[in-house]
Every structure is written in C-alpha cells, then in structure tokens.
C-alpha cells in the first residue's frame, strides 16, 4: 500500500484533507474561470457587423471593475487562508505530542539500515528495510545518510523528510491503522534510486513485542546439513565480507544485516518478494536484477547457491 489518499496515520490524514481542500478550491476556481472565459468568447456574438467594440459604455466599465476587484479580493483570500492551513499543518506535523521509541534510520545506495535504540547496546537491534513499528505509539526516527542525500517518505503515515550526510534529521508519526505500508527513496540518489523502496509493518503492541522478542533471539547453528553447509558458504565465500548474521563470524556493516533476514517481506530494499528462487536469482547475479548494486557477483557453484538461499531464507 503506497497512497497519499490511504492515511494511516493522523498525520498522514492532515496531509491529506489538506490535499482534498486545494484540490476542490483548485477545481472550482478553474470551473469559474473556464465558465467565464466561454461566456466571454460567446457573448462576444451577440454584436452586429460595424459595431465599435473598443468602445466601452460606462455601465460595462463599471460592472468589470467590479469584477476584477472582487477576483483580486478573493484570490488574495484564498492565498492567504491555504498559507494559513498549510502552516497549521506543518507545526502540527512537526510537533512531538508524547515521548515515544525512537528508530535510527540511515539511507544508503541503495538500501535502508534500521536500528532500534536500546539503553543497553547488547539489546540494540540492527536491520534493514523493514520498519516495524507498533500502532497508536508515536514512533521517532532519527535520520541519516552514509553517503548522498536520500528522502524517507512512507505517504500513509507522513511527508517527506531527507536524510543528509553529516546531518542528522527527524520525522515522526503514529500509526493508527495496522497494515503494511510502502515507504520509498524520494530524492534522487543514483542509478537505484527508484529500487530504494523500504515497508513499515504497523502492528497492535502485543504482535510488535512478538516481532521485537523474535528479532532479539540470538542464533543457533543450523542442524539441517543442507542449512549448515549454506552456513559455510556464506562465512567462506565473501558474502561476509559485507554481511553480518549476529551469533556468527559475520559482522561487517558495508552491507545491510541479514540477521533474521527470511522473516523480511522483501529482498534488494523493496525490489523483489522474498522467496528462496529470488534470493537464489538475486546472489547469482545481483547486476541483473538492480544494475549498477553495489553488491558484487560472487561465483557460486549451482549446489553451494541453493544451500545458501536456503540458510538466509531460515533466518526467520
Ligand atoms: Cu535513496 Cu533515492
């Protein structure tokens, strides 16, 4: 679901009768003008051949002061209300009602890392792409970005906001409505930008926690043997050298945590379902399903590629 006219939120929702009122203010404005411009082009008719049309009777001259004075007077009246409106919307927007949980969010080409603050850092919890978040809690997101300047933008639930490098910025909201929503990259940062898209899974609290406690859960060591040598091909065979799968020898950051990576919805930020055959099509050749990706080609053998698609799709 990625729509400015689907709110899931109430800030979505002001966002959105803001966008409803200029649209009928808009529309009824061009129905009077249009009216008035075919009534002009037609009245004109009503004169016969000799008449001297630069002349206007004084009553007409009149009539179309008054006219003009009346549209001046109610296009600066209508300015001057949307500037309100629209700047009531924007504090309302900006303002932090309640302290709520906090998301770090920080953009990369062309993937999104999410982190879950923690006091204590054994606790915090690193993923990618996928925002779950719980319903009726105001949820903070501090922003960043590791590289170039990206725009975290999931129009159900708020505006816009970017994410500078060397900068940090916020956005926040309060999901009200449990459902799955499309979010997606909104300033252009390169070749995938458009494959930037990322999804926040609005759940009640207790469903969150269950999601949230089965994040935490650390590791075990696959006992399947298809599943344990898929384990070694992702330690031996570079996948590491980006990834990380916490409780393993895998840590690296250049790349997005696969940790608990088969519970995600999608793979590559939002480009493909994530199922085995796709993960399976995506490390065979990554360039091929997002060209210009960042993560390399790593050459596999047919039997060592499907160990491995199936040891990140049990990393539920
Ligand atoms: Cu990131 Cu566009």
Redesign the pocket.
């Known amino acids: 679901m990625h729509s400015l006219f689907d709110p899931g939120s109430p800030q979505a929702r002001a966002v959105a009768n803001l966008w409803w009122w200029m649209l009928a203010v808009g529309g009824a404005i061009w129905i009077g003008v249009t009216a008035a411009s075919l009534y002009a082009a037609f009245a004109r008719r009503g004169h016969r051949e000799g008449d001297d049309l630069l002349h206007v009777p004084p009553e007409t001259h009149h009539r179309l002061e008054r006219v003009v004075s009346f549209a001046v007077l109610a296009t600066i009246v209508i300015l001057v209300g949307f500037l309100a409106y629209d700047f009531t919307v924007g504090r309302a927007l900006a303002q932090h009602p309640e302290r709520g949980m906090t998301i770090d969010v920080t953009?990369h080409?062309?993937w999104w890392e999410v982190l879950y603050e923690n006091p204590d850092p054994s606790r915090r919890l690193l993923t990618a792409n996928e925002i779950h978040v719980p319903v009726g809690e105001p949820v903070q997101f501090k922003l960043r970005a590791a590289d170039?300047i990206?725009?975290f933008w999931a129009p159900n639930l708020n505006g816009k906001r970017d994410l500078v490098p060397g900068y940090m910025s916020t956005i926040w909201f309060k999901a009200d409505t449990p459902g799955v929503y499309r979010g997606q990259?909104?300033?252009?940062?390169?070749l995938e930008?458009?494959k930037?898209a990322f999804y926040v899974v609005a759940d009640p609290r207790p469903k969150f926690n269950a999601w949230l406690a089965a994040a935490s859960q650390s590791h075990q060591t696959p006992t399947d043997s298809t599943l344990l040598s898929g384990e070694r091909v992702f330690l031996s065979s570079g996948c590491a050298v980006c990834h990380a799968i916490s409780g393993t020898q895998a840590f690296a950051t250049v790349g997005p945590n696969l940790s608990h990576f088969g519970s995600r919805l999608t793979i590559a930020a939002g480009t493909l379902p994530n199922t085995r055959e796709n993960v399976a099509r995506w490390i065979f050749n990554p360039q091929l399903i997002k060209p210009g990706v960042i993560m390399p080609r790593v050459p596999l053998q047919p039997a060592q590629l499907s160990a491995v698609a199936a040891y990140l799709e049990s990393l539920k």
């Open positions: 953009g080409q062309w170039v990206h725009s990259c909104a300033e252009f940062c390169g930008h458009a930037m």
